[in-house]
């Protein structure tokens, strides 16, 4: 099981999405900047139907969300916290599919240096937001459609945006232009990685993903010392992608890019993690 109370220090989390987000604006310019920026930009991605145009559309509303709602009152919808974000956010995809889509339409649609100013736009407004002392505030809450949540948890989904869809543009587009932050790395992985438990409660199965997190999940025996009988390794870009379905574990397995050891270890009915529902349906 993961640790209930993993919190993610507020200012690492500030940090690493100003990191995050600067590395994204970067990469944006540089695509733009492309003499084949407008081929570029329609190639399709792996995530729905989405074209690389409508992907960063889609990014640029994630990154000025907060900004632009930051002084919207309160409604006091129910509390909702970072692993019941993950197990719900895909309840608000075909939103989220609209709202790309007429994002790209309005403001992505014309040539590639209008798409990198957009993007520059949406990124200035965070990396501003981000310096106002209320988003410091460790009680202060934002609401959106899932329910009230902290910000400092809401920046940290903000992260799990940045790093899920920079790895997708890295599969759509070569992954040299799409570094990722190590801090925001690490938050993503140890997130997903506590979901996983959480959804898959356990001591059967040791999860590991150097150099970030290590859970225990999956009903059966609990193991108590030495080397676990059932151990699953892997990178955290390959958990990164297997909990947010980007990959299957067969895929997974097939390319060497994870370790499986046990009668247990067999993840693939368990995944993907991100937007399933817990089982106990909280």
């Known amino acids: 099981m993961p640790p209930k109370s993993r919190t993610y220090q507020p200012q690492k989390v500030r940090a690493a999405l100003a990191a995050q987000t600067g590395a994204l604006r970067t990469a944006v310019r540089d695509l733009c900047a492309d003499p084949a920026a407008e081929l570029l930009l329609a190639r399709p991605t792996r995530v729905g139907r989405w074209s690389v145009r409508e992907l960063l559309a889609h990014l640029a509303?994630?990154?000025?969300?907060?900004?632009?709602?930051?002084?919207?009152?309160?409604?006091?919808?129910?509390?909702?916290?970072?692993?019941?974000?993950?197990?719900?956010?895909?309840?608000?995809?075909?939103?989220?599919?609209?709202?790309?889509?007429?994002?790209?339409?309005?403001?992505?649609?014309?040539?590639?240096?209008?798409?990198?100013?957009?993007?520059?736009?949406?990124?200035?407004?965070?990396?501003?937001?981000?310096?106002?002392?209320?988003?410091?505030?460790?009680?202060?809450?934002?609401?959106?459609?899932?329910?009230?949540?902290?910000?400092?948890?809401?920046?940290?989904?903000?992260?799990?945006?940045?790093?899920v869809h920079a790895d997708d543009l890295a599969d759509a587009l070569g992954p040299a232009g799409f570094p990722h932050d190590r801090q925001a790395l690490a938050a993503v992985t140890r997130l997903l990685a506590d979901a996983f438990a959480d959804r898959t409660p356990g001591g059967a199965v040791e999860l590991r993903i150097p150099p970030y997190a290590v859970v225990q999940a999956v009903e059966g025996p609990r193991h108590t010392r030495g080397t676990p009988p059932n151990v699953v390794e892997t990178d955290p870009l390959t958990w990164i992608r297997l909990a947010s379905g980007r990959t299957g574990w067969a895929a997974a397995v097939d390319a060497a890019a994870l370790s499986a050891s046990g009668e247990r270890s067999d993840l693939a009915a368990y995944l993907p993690v991100l937007g399933q529902a817990r089982p106990d349906g909280a």
């Open 61 to 163: 509303v994630q990154l000025d969300w907060v900004p632009a709602h930051l002084d919207d009152p309160l409604e006091g919808r129910p509390p909702l916290d970072l692993l019941g974000w993950v197990s719900r956010v895909a309840e608000v995809a075909p939103l989220l599919d609209a709202g790309a889509r007429e994002h790209a339409a309005a403001e992505f649609g014309g040539s590639p240096a209008a798409v990198a100013t957009a993007f520059d736009r949406a990124a200035d407004a965070l990396l501003a937001a981000l310096d106002r002392p209320e988003v410091a505030d460790p009680q202060r809450r934002f609401e959106i459609r899932l329910g009230s949540m902290l910000l400092s948890d809401l920046l940290v989904t903000r992260l799990v945006e940045t790093v």
